[in-house]
């Protein structure tokens, strides 16, 4: 991991300073100069041990675990010649304190570089997993973007086909019948009524004035029914009134000839009477 590389390093750079300071115990010419390394190598030490407890709160898996166990003891290993190396400098014996760093403290560091060099290369491959499994999120990120943005095109279009259709629909339903209304036809279609829109609401008052306008010529066509009627029945009248005074013109001309020749008889009578009483 990214946290293990960073405090392996650190262990490696500690470890690092802490064989210089064995190096500069063993160059020492005084025993003033053997106590400063030494407190130095022991300030080494410390900041060496810290490093690795601060790496261990990073330990991912238990072959980790044990790399840095591994270390830990060979440290402890290394640690623990360095009072006989300052014994030996102290009372003058050069070559062993040459001997015992060389030898037996080198096959030590050693051990503990080859435990530091497979903790790199632990590190280094959990980088890569890592990678390789922020590369692949990184992938399923942004396929699931491209999806969640091909979905949301997909119902902005739905939405605005819906939107499109919701607006045109009335009013093509309204057209059609308003044409249909100017064309004097009035019967009942189909024709859906949906909606709570401007365009809805103008195609909902076309139908009511359609069925207003059926309404006002259903009431047209009974009075022009009634209207006949009673033209049929006056003009009934007209001709029976016609038909009875034709009656009582004929009535009358009979009497005015019976009149006529009522006179003609009477003047008649009149006329043998005086002709009568002449003679």
Same mark, same amino acid.
């Given at each position: 991991?990214?946290?293990?590389? @960073?405090?392996?390093?650190?262990? %490696?750079?500690?470890?690092?300073?802490?064989?210089?300071?064995? &190096?500069?115990?063993?160059?020492?010419?005084?025993?003033?100069?053997?106590?400063?390394?030494?407190?130095?190598?022991?300030?080494?030490?410390?900041?060496?041990?810290? @490093?690795?407890?601060? $790496?261990?709160?990073?330990?991912?898996?238990?072959?980790?675990?044990?790399?840095?166990?591994?270390?830990?003891? %060979?440290?402890?290993? $290394?640690?623990? !010649?360095?009072?006989?190396? $300052?014994?030996?400098?102290?009372?003058?014996?050069?070559?062993?304190?040459?001997?015992?760093?060389?030898?037996?403290?080198?096959?030590?560091?050693? #051990?503990?570089?080859?435990?530091?060099?497979?903790?790199?290369?632990?590190? +280094? !491959?959990?980088?890569?997993? /890592?990678?390789? #499994?922020?590369?692949?999120?990184?992938? /399923?990120?942004?396929?699931?973007? $491209?999806?969640?943005?091909?979905?949301?095109?997909?119902?902005?279009?739905?939405?605005?086909?819906?939107?499109?259709?919701?607006?045109? !629909?009335?009013?093509?339903?309204?057209?059609?019948?308003?044409?249909?209304?100017?064309?004097?036809?009035?019967?009942?279609?189909?024709?859906?009524?949906?909606?709570? +829109?401007?365009?809805?609401?103008?195609?909902?008052?076309?139908?009511?004035?359609?069925?207003?306008?059926?309404?006002?010529?259903?009431?047209?066509?009974?009075?022009?029914?009634?209207? %006949?009627?009673?033209?049929?029945?006056?003009?009934?009248?007209?001709?029976?009134?016609?038909?009875?005074?034709?009656?009582?013109?004929?009535?009358?001309?009979?009497? @005015?000839?019976? &009149?006529?020749?009522?006179? !003609?008889? &009477?003047?008649?009578?009149?006329?043998?009477?005086?002709?009568?009483?002449?003679?």
């Amino acid at each position: 991991s990214l946290p293990g590389i @960073a405090r392996g390093h650190d262990i %490696n750079l500690a470890f690092a300073y802490t064989r210089y300071s064995v &190096v500069k115990m063993l160059t020492t010419r005084s025993l003033s100069e053997l106590d400063a390394a030494r407190e130095e190598l022991n300030q080494r030490t410390a900041e060496l041990l810290r @490093a690795i407890e601060q $790496y261990k709160p990073v330990i991912g898996s238990p072959a980790e675990q044990e790399i840095v166990d591994t270390i830990t003891q %060979n440290l402890s290993i $290394y640690h623990d !010649h360095t009072p006989e190396l $300052y014994a030996l400098k102290a009372s003058g014996q050069e070559d062993q304190s040459r001997d015992l760093v060389w030898t037996e403290m080198a096959n030590v560091a050693k #051990r503990v570089l080859d435990g530091l060099q497979q903790l790199e290369a632990l590190n +280094d !491959h959990s980088e890569i997993l /890592s990678s390789e #499994r922020a590369s692949a999120a990184f992938v /399923s990120a942004k396929r699931v973007s $491209y999806l969640i943005m091909a979905v949301a095109l997909l119902v902005t279009i739905i939405l605005a086909w819906r939107l499109t259709l919701s607006l045109s !629909h009335p009013i093509r339903q309204a057209l059609g019948l308003s044409e249909t209304i100017a064309s004097g036809d009035l019967r009942i279609t189909n024709i859906e009524e949906w909606g709570t +829109d401007e365009p809805a609401l103008l195609l909902q008052s076309m139908l009511k004035m359609r069925e207003n306008l059926r309404s006002i010529l259903g009431h047209v066509d009974a009075t022009a029914a009634q209207l %006949n009627t009673a033209t049929g029945e006056m003009s009934s009248l007209v001709r029976d009134g016609k038909n009875d005074l034709l009656l009582q013109n004929n009535e009358i001309e009979m009497a @005015a000839t019976a &009149v006529t020749e009522m006179s !003609h008889a &009477v003047e008649e009578v009149t006329r043998n009477a005086v002709s009568t009483s002449h003679e």
